[in-house]
């Protein structure tokens, strides 16, 4: 069954910072993957996602991700965190038309 | 274009009450599903539909029913409220079978049951 794990359900970094949010999935078939964001008490957005187009995968609000068959990872990151950029983030796998999402994970930016 | 509206935003339920989330959307979207979200469960998916008089169950299906008789509406009723139901709930629609589309969501709907 496909599946996806995001590890680590709570980051912490300060403005300015490196951010690596992490995604592992399992997919008998190529996979079409997702990040959503969700903002607080807000419902979900689409930061980028990956079709098979190119591995590096660049999204909104200076996110990307990059595909590694290899590591069955689609980590996000950003080079430099804002303070707006603290939200919940979710990975996603699409399974024909369901879509399977990871635990979330929080993101907190310190000023 | 409002994308996807769900209604109401916020709800207090009593245990053993029912009650009707609305979900529409304006996309034409063939595919719509529920969600809950639960702290560190992500969202579950708790019924889908892959186009109108057609639904199926999800992951958590239990306690909901769903129908969709048209295109845009996709309701999902709880038929005997129970504090386990306390959540918040999402509507998303997407295109069917076009797996490199996304899918989007609804702004949610915040269910407490006393």
């Known amino acids: 069954a496909q599946s996806v794990t995001q590890l680590g359900s709570h980051v912490s970094v300060s403005e300015g910072a490196l951010v690596l949010l992490r995604c592992n999935y399992s997919?008998?078939?190529?996979?079409?993957l997702f990040w959503y964001v969700q903002y607080p008490n807000q419902g979900l957005q689409l930061l980028l996602k990956y079709t098979s187009a190119a591995t590096l995968v660049k999204g909104i609000n200076g996110f990307e991700a990059e595909f590694k068959k290899s590591e069955t990872s689609f980590h996000l990151t950003k080079p430099s965190a804002h303070m707006s950029d603290a939200a919940e983030y979710f990975c996603a796998v699409r399974v024909r038309n369901k879509l399977i999402f990871g635990q979330g994970t929080e993101l907190s930016v310190k000023p | 274009n409002a994308g996807v509206t769900q209604t109401p935003k916020f709800q207090v339920l009593k245990t053993g009450q029912s009650m009707t989330l609305q979900c529409a959307q304006d996309?034409?979207?063939?595919?719509m599903s529920w969600y809950r979200q639960d702290p560190g469960m992500g969202l579950r998916l708790i019924h889908y539909s892959v186009g109108a008089g057609i639904t199926d169950q999800g992951e958590v299906p239990n306690g909901y029913n769903v129908s969709r008789s048209t295109t845009e509406d996709f309701p999902l009723r709880l038929l005997s409220a129970a504090p386990s139901q306390t959540s918040v709930y999402f509507c998303a629609s997407s295109y069917r079978d076009r797996m490199n589309t996304e899918a989007f969501f609804g702004q949610g709907t915040r269910l407490t049951v006393v």
């Open positions: 996309m034409n979207h063939e595919y």
């Open positions: 997919s008998s078939v190529p996979p079409y």
